[in-house]
């Protein structure tokens, strides 16, 4: 599905989200039971999930993983691989966060505006007509997990950096412009 080619933008390190996101690939290998509701730390997607209208479950990440490129990408920095947790936008651009759990850098893929990213990397994505289908959108900010509840499941105290976030500024003025949108009517 790659429609694409800007390369992978590096953000820096976040140990405490890889070492969770190691966490929870090393678990999920093992077949072992875990709530697919639970949500990854970050505070960079827009988009809701589930009944509840919440943040990015990992059932859907685990989905969205399967289907390779963008979701899950060969780290610039070790050819690890790197995993989207996240994506969202504005209405120019938009694109996704991701995490090597190898070498702990995160990355930034450019998808193109936030319909861009709604329409092709979710609305048409393995996530189309599962549980974890996206029910709705917000605009201006995101949907935000602090991730504590995966970090209390594997018993990780350090809780996860905060990462990127959805706030700009436009010649010196904050932005706050917000609005909820259901997907169902795009």
């Known amino acids: 599905m790659k429609v694409n080619s800007l390369p992978l933008e590096n953000r820096g390190r976040i140990p405490n989200n890889a070492k969770l996101l190691s966490r929870l690939l090393e678990w999920a290998a093992t077949g072992r039971h875990i709530d697919l509701w639970l949500t990854f730390p970050q ?14 479950p990992i059932g859907a990440l685990f989905l969205l993983w399967s289907a390779g490129w963008p979701y899950l990408q060969e780290c ?8 989207m947790v996240a994506c969202g ?12 759990p ?6 930034y893929q450019s998808l193109g505006g936030l319909t ?24 201006g900010r995101a949907c935000v997990s602090d991730g504590r509840d995966l970090c209390e499941f594997f018993g990780i105290a350090d ?20 609005g909820r949108f259901d997907l169902g009517k795009m």
């Open 43 to 56: 505070n960079t997607c827009c988009f809701t999930f589930g009944p509840s209208k919440g943040p990015v």
């Open 76 to 83: 610039p920095e070790c050819h690890g691989k790197a995993y």
């Open 89 to 100: 936008g504005l209405l120019s651009v938009g694109g996704g966060s991701l995490i090597c």
């Open 102 to 107: 190898t070498c702990e850098s995160e990355w």
């Open 116 to 139: 861009t990213v709604g329409r092709r990397y979710l609305l048409e994505s393995p996530l189309r007509g599962t549980e974890f289908e996206p029910r709705g959108m917000l605009f």
């Open 159 to 178: 809780l996860p950096e905060s990462g990127p976030g959805v706030s700009f500024e436009i010649l010196g003025h904050q932005l706050s412009l917000e």
